[in-house]
């Protein structure tokens, strides 16, 4: 069963969507929402597969109820306003349903969702702080524009003040958490901390050199080149069986 909760503002856009899953019977809706700050707690309670989200809510809108989560789970937006929706998600948007919502749009909506699902791996431990895998995917907003990115996707880490950049394919939003706060939650087996200012995904590795005073240097697949602190760099020959 895929696991599915609503966050919508409005009773009978929540109705409609309600009436639209019973033709589903392998979704089960296991809660809703009409604001975000509801919506937020119900998400961390329950850790749903899906989530159907309206975009225009009053006080906090839907991108910043994704702000607000470490993980995002696959996500269907519903809105009145397609303009807006297409316009603001430049990357990665599974997909979005224009109100009122179209039957069969929404049936193609639900397929995409469980092509997803088949790729992700699912994740499990006891650990104390719950890390993302490679396939969890992040909500990052910057000025206007929007995205929902795959932590498998994302290259490097880099810190910009109190804040980090986010280095993806031609990409490099800033995220508006510390580098530590992201580090807590970053999958290890994949990410590593190569000096105070940078993480990178040790996927994205093309070429490593020594470099001065034990140090050494990494060139990244996109280009870009990193320097491993001395203390990093033993762990780092370790971690990678050098």
């Excluded at 975000?36 to 975009?55: H, M, R, S, T, Y």
């Excluded at 749009?105 to 702080?129: M, P, S, Y």
């Excluded at 995205?147 to 986010?166: A, C, D, M, P, Q």
């Excluded at 590795?205 to 491993?228: C, D, H, Q, R, S």
């Amino acid at each position: 069963m895929i696991k599915a909760v609503i966050v919508e503002d409005s009773r009978l856009a929540r109705n409609e969507l309600k009436q639209l899953l019973k033709a589903h019977t392998d979704i089960e809706l296991i809660g809703e929402a009409k604001n975000v700050d509801a919506g937020f707690e119900l998400i961390q309670k329950e850790n749903p597969d899906l989530l159907f989200l309206d975009i225009n809510m009053p006080e906090k809108d839907g991108f910043e109820l994704l702000e607000m989560l470490d993980e995002v789970p696959i996500t269907i937006f519903t809105t009145a306003f397609d303009e807006y929706a297409i316009k603001s998600f430049e990357y990665n948007a599974l997909d979005y349903l224009l109100k009122p919502i179209n039957e069969k749009r929404f049936a193609l909506a639900i397929e995409k969702v469980k092509a997803k699902l088949e790729g992700n791996e699912v994740e499990e431990g006891n650990n104390t702080v719950k890390r993302l895998s490679e396939n969890s995917q992040i909500f990052i907003k910057d000025g206007e524009k929007c995205w929902l990115v795959k932590i498998g996707s994302i290259s490097h880490f880099e810190i910009v003040g109190n804040y980090t950049r986010v280095f993806f394919e031609d990409q490099k939003p800033m995220l508006y958490k510390s580098l530590n706060q992201v580090e807590d939650k970053l999958p290890t087996e994949s990410f590593f901390r190569v000096n105070r200012q940078q993480i990178i995904n040790t996927n994205f590795i093309g070429n490593v050199v020594p470099w001065f005073n034990g140090k050494l240097k990494l060139t990244m697949k996109n280009g870009a080149e990193v320097e491993v602190s001395r203390r990093q760099s033993y762990l780092f020959k370790d971690k990678m069986s050098f």
